[in-house]
């Protein structure tokens, strides 16, 4: 696994088209619900152009020439589409959270049970934090990309296509125009979002800098006031305090050019169709609606570029994350069974380790050429000091981990040539550090068979001498 998966915060991915796919893959399963979730937005975005439409057709063929029948039959039109709007954006939001849920789900499945089958070399290498990040953030971004991120961008691209389409149907030299102007905003937008991103990533790293030093600060009040810390400690938090000044004023400072940027540019567009169109209009080849209609659409538009550019900006930091929850996903197990493994009804005989190598990292040996008997039947203690590699026999006894170099039988047999599970079903493990599973002693008694009965649970409390203080 690559060192910089560890930098929570860091990403250094670029956009890789394999990772959007497999993230696009997630929605595989669903494809019915997909279909469903782009039809109604392409209805919505329909509607939502359809009405600047008929605002138009008001102007024009009603309050223009002053026909009050035109407007209420416009009007009537408007009112029944408003009510098929109201539908199809209740059902896109609830397929919406749907999708979202259910992709999550899949990927929560998919991780623990991937997780639960990792060795424990696995979890030597892998920070706690780091897994947990991938479960709780990384996987809540990559749900949240493929629905509520693809909801924004297919909705944006619908509904810039459909008033594109509107606008070229009302006046073609005025929509060329408009045609002209879309991508440019769209790619100062897009470089803005990134930047405030960043900026706010910023702050937040920063800021769990600062939470780190309140920790410390707070937990250990006893040794600072020993050691006469404060001016030490109220210089360097005051570093950061300030590193965080400085990056919240440049993350608002972004913030709040971001719109004006945007409406400036759109302000181009906008006097571009006063001027052209005050001059198809004298031609009369352009209504006073049309110029209105125009100038709906491209005000309106400014929503679906933000959102475009929200989507465009926040889907690097999505792509990291599904790369880190793809990398957990992926991961192989270590410790595995051989194909030809075969599942015995009973372990009994010696147990042999021979010429047992063995070490957690390469330049750090445990144990070399290591040699122990044990009999059948035999009880053996093994005392050494501390960091002697005690518990790593029993880590190795137990297939946690495998010898690396020489071999470890039982009654014979490689144990390397049995399945794990006729291994492990059949040790029995009192841990150093007793760990208790949420639940009820019965149930943590019972926690490694399922199927014992209460009569079983408790005999085992009295061999282990626990019956007495648990009752
Ligand atoms: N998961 C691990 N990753 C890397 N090194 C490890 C790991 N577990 C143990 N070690 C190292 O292997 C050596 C043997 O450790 P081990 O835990 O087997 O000792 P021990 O005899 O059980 O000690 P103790 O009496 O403290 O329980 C030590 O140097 C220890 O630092
Ligand atoms: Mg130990």
Redesign the pocket.
């Known amino acids: 696994m690559p060192e910089n998966q560890f930098k929570e915060e860091e990403f250094t991915t670029q956009f890789n088209g394999k990772t959007i796919l497999r993230i696009v893959a997630q929605l595989k399963p669903y494809w019915k619900k997909v279909i469903l979730f782009v039809v109604t937005i392409a209805v919505i975005a329909f509607l939502d152009s359809y009405f600047t439409y008929l605002s138009k057709r008001i102007v024009d063929e009603g309050i223009v020439p002053k026909n009050m029948d035109a407007i209420i039959h416009v009007i009537k039109i408007y009112g029944s589409l408003m009510l098929a709007q109201a539908v199809a954006v209740f059902g896109m939001i609830v397929i919406t959270g749907i999708l979202g849920e259910q992709i999550h789900y899949n990927l929560r499945k998919v991780m623990f049970e991937n997780l639960q089958n990792q060795s ?2 696995y ?2 290498k892998t920070p706690v934090g780091w897994i947990m990040s991938r479960f709780t953030s990384d996987s809540e971004r990559i749900a949240d990309l493929i629905t509520w991120g693809l909801l924004d961008v297919t909705w944006a691209v619908f509904n810039i296509a459909v008033s594109l389409l509107f606008m070229l149907k009302i006046n073609w030299k005025l929509a060329l125009v408009v045609i002209a102007i879309v991508p440019v905003i769209i790619i100062v937008a897009i470089q803005f979002k990134k930047k405030i991103i960043l900026e706010y990533r910023n702050v937040r790293k920063i800021n769990s800098k600062i939470t780190g030093a309140y920790n410390e600060n707070i937990s250990g009040v006893r040794i600072v006031k020993a050691l006469r810390r404060e001016e030490a400690n109220l210089r360097k938090f005051g570093t950061l305090t300030g590193e965080m000044y400085e990056a919240s004023y440049k993350a608002a400072w972004l913030s709040a050019l971001f719109l004006p940027a945007v409406q400036l540019l759109s302000a181009f567009a906008l006097g571009a169709i006063v001027w052209l169109g005050g001059v198809e209009f004298n031609l009369k080849l352009m209504t006073v609606g049309g110029i209105q209609a125009f100038f709906s659409y491209v005000t309106f538009m400014l929503w679906p570029i933000q959102d475009l550019a929200r989507v465009y900006a926040n889907m690097q930091q999505s792509i990291a994350s599904a790369e880190r929850v793809f990398s957990l996903t992926d991961s192989v197990p270590e410790i595995n069974d051989r194909p030809n493994a075969i599942s015995v009804p009973s372990i009994k005989g010696d147990i042999i380790f021979k010429n047992v190598d063995f ?3 390469p330049n ?1 040996p ?1 144990l070399k050429k290591f040699n122990l008997k044990v009999s059948q039947g035999e009880t053996i203690a ?1 005392v ?12 190795l006894l137990c297939r946690f981990y495998e010898p690396k170099g020489g071999e470890i039988t039982i009654n014979g047999k490689n144990y390397l040539n049995l399945t794990l599970q006729s291994i492990q079903s059949r040790l029995g493990i009192v841990l ?1 550090t007793p760990h208790l599973f949420s639940g009820t002693i019965r149930e943590n008694i019972r926690y490694g068979k399922l199927s014992a009965t209460d009569t079983e649970v408790e005999e085992a409390a009295k061999v282990s001498g626990a019956h007495e203080f648990i009752m």
């Open positions: 424990l070399s979890f030597d070490h957690y990292e750090n445990v093994l050494g000091p501390t960091g002697g590699g005690k518990s790593t026999i029993v880590n150093q």
